[in-house]
């Protein structure tokens, strides 16, 4: 795990922390391919507005990743995400994607842990409040450290994940990664936060 996001840092240049670099690692660094999967002068098969309206069909639940502090950062890390799903049950995994130009997710690389807090339906405003950029996230809000990893644990979550991360890979504009996990939970009660076609909803008899 540990050579994992140690590779994955030093091919985007981000320092693995204040101190000297540790010796290289067996093998080449992960280089940064491009964002773009298609030449300048040729046609993308599918326009961005289209693509996404035609997946913004698929409904899916909401989760919170969050990573705990690590040396020099002013706090936790966290952001909103939608794209996350069960992996594998023998070894227990799990998987979430996220943008290559994302800001949160080189300090979860340099934590090496997370933990998936899936949101409950009136947990919408807390969602909107991991979403955005350049703010204090966890400003008032309620969270304990979770039991593996010590990641914030969020208040009132229907159920949580904690996780080690196992590996990453690049999936076009975004990396695809991949969660061991060490311990996890649910309050067994409640219906979940949906996203579909752009909007928060619910379950309804």
């Not at 950062?73 to 070894?91: I, K, M, R, V």
């Not at 933990?115 to 409950?120: A, H, M, P, R, S």
């Not at 990893?149 to 590996?167: E, F, K, N, Q």
Request: charge should be neutral.
């Amino acid at each position: 795990m540990a050579a994992t996001v140690v590779r994955y840092l030093r091919s985007v240049g981000s320092p693995t922390s204040a101190a000297a670099e540790p010796d290289p690692l067996p093998g080449d660094a992960l280089p940064r391919p491009d964002l773009r999967a298609v030449r300048e002068d040729e046609r993308a098969p599918v326009a961005p507005a289209e693509f996404r309206a035609v997946l913004g069909n698929f409904a899916s639940g909401v989760t919170v990743i969050t990573a705990p502090a690590t040396d020099g950062a002013d706090g936790p890390a966290g952001f909103a995400c939608q794209s996350f799903a069960s992996l594998s049950l023998e070894p227990p995994l799990v998987t979430f994607m996220v943008a290559r130009t994302s800001t949160t997710w080189p300090r979860i690389a340099r934590a090496g842990v997370f933990c998936v807090n899936i949101l409950g339906a009136e947990q919408g405003a807390l969602c909107r409040s991991f979403a955005v950029s350049g703010a204090d996230k966890f400003a008032g809000v309620a969270h304990g450290p979770s039991p593996a990893t010590g990641s914030p644990l969020l208040d009132a979550v229907p159920a949580w994940i904690d996780c080690r991360v196992h590996a990453v890979h690049t999936g076009g504009d975004h990396l695809i990664v991949v969660g061991r996990v060490e311990a996890l939970g649910a309050a067994g009660e409640g219906d979940p936060l949906l996203f579909h076609r752009g909007r928060f909803g619910r379950f309804a008899p």
